[in-house]
């Protein structure tokens, strides 16, 4: 097995939200130090999963390797139609990389193809449409750009719903070449197709039947399974582990909101208290000073009427006071009336007054006979 050199170039860095390629990252990071490939072109890129870990091992492995992203970063059939945001974060994903042999490709497939001279690609992955018709057309327009040297991958080859045709192509083109196959990460056919392949790639071969099953290439396969399992268990852990936290980060965020307005509201109480508390007190004085204005004039007014019942009082006493004067008045002049009456010279001049209405009668006649 020394042929098998253990290039792997550390845990994968460029980990999206698209799980579907992790599985495959052990082996395309293997692939890449063992093809040791001046040329790669990817046929579809999108988030850059697959671009990224063959960036690491070039990287890593410090070969003089050009590796292309081709893809209209429009999204297709498959994948649907996705916003510029996808493109964006790759490039400065790229940049803060700071890879100098890695070039983005914005263009469809068939305009790219004339970037490349014939035989001038090592390894060329196939990822874009995933129908029957595309895959195959992809196949064909591409295959002349393969050197000597050249391994095809192509992606989804387990995956038999819907449009997928990668599966159906696969099973016509696998048994012309040296291949092998891996079925887990929606599976992922390994095509030899130039003639010189290195010795550790054709043995990967044997393993799928056609020169004998050995038992090493499966178990080496079935390592590179289990580690793609690793990253695909470990980003699902990391996946969940992130929206436990998000969840977490949503309810504090929610409780601290609901902090914020409960203290809000008590400010709001506070300061609402505060103003009728303020207003209460503006009332209050005014009341005060009303009554005390009331009470005063009150005092006033009781001062006057005191005032007007001693007069009053006064004016009584001196009432009675006369009225005792009179009474003392009536009965001395009562007692001299009566003794008047009962005095002998009242009684002998009652003559005179009963005489006294003719007298002057007969007196007024004379003084009238007199003037005559
Ligand atoms: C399945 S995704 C690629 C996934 C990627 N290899 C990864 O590791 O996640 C397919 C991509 O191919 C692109 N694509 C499909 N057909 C294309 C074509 N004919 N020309 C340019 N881009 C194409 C789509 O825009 C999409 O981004």
Redesign the pocket.
């Known amino acids: 097995m020394t042929e098998y050199q253990g290039t792997f170039t550390g845990s994968p860095d460029r980990l999206t939200d698209?799980p579907?390629?992790l599985g495959h990252i052990p082996f395309v990071m293997w692939l890449i130090g063992e093809v040791q490939p001046k040329v790669v072109v990817?046929l579809?890129?999108?988030?850059?999963?697959?671009?990224g870990a063959m960036c690491q091992a070039v990287n890593g492995l410090k070969l003089p390797t050009k590796i292309y992203g081709?893809?209209?970063?429009?999204?297709?059939i498959?994948?649907g139609a996705y916003d510029a945001s996808v493109y964006e974060d790759l490039t400065s994903y790229l940049e803060t990389k700071n890879y100098g042999f890695v070039e983005l490709v914005r263009?469809?497939?068939?305009s790219a193809v004339s970037r490349f001279a014939d035989g001038s690609i090592d390894i060329l992955h196939i990822?874009?449409?995933h129908t029957y018709d595309?895959v195959k057309h992809d196949f064909e327009v591409w295959r002349a750009k393969l050197s000597n040297r050249g391994v095809i991958m192509f992606?989804d080859t387990a995956v038999f719903r819907e449009n997928f045709g990668v599966g159906r192509f696969w099973g016509e083109i696998a048994s012309l070449f040296p291949s092998f196959e891996f079925s887990h990460s929606n599976g992922l056919g390994v095509l030899l197709i130039g003639p010189d392949q290195p010795l550790s790639l054709l043995r990967l071969s044997e393993a799928e039947g056609r020169q004998g099953v050995t038992l090493a290439p499966k178990a080496v396969m079935s390592i590179f399974e289990a580690l793609g399992q690793c990253i695909i268990k470990g980003e699902e852990a990391e996946r969940k582990a992130i929206v436990k936290c998000e969840e977490a980060e949503r309810k504090a965020i929610l409780k601290g909101e609901e902090a914020d307005r409960k203290v809000r509201e008590y400010e709001e109480g506070y300061v609402a208290i505060q103003a009728s508390l303020t207003s209460v007190h503006a009332l209050l004085a005014a009341e005060t000073k009303k009554a005390s204005h009331a009470l005063a004039l009150l005092k006033v007014e009781r001062d006057l009427l005191t005032a007007e019942a001693d007069r009053q009082v006064a004016m009584l006493k001196s009432f009675e006071l006369e009225r005792a004067a009179l009474k003392t008045s009536i009965e001395v002049a009562q007692e001299q009336r009566l003794k008047i009456l009962s005095s002998t010279s009242w009684r002998i001049t009652a003559p005179l007054r009963t005489a006294r209405p003719f007298l002057g009668r007969s007196l007024r006649l004379l003084r009238h006979v007199v003037k005559r």
């Open positions: 698209r579907y390629w990817e579809g890129t999108e988030t850059g999963v697959s671009l081709v893809d209209s970063w429009d999204g297709d498959n994948t263009s469809t497939f068939d990822d874009g449409c595309a992606h």
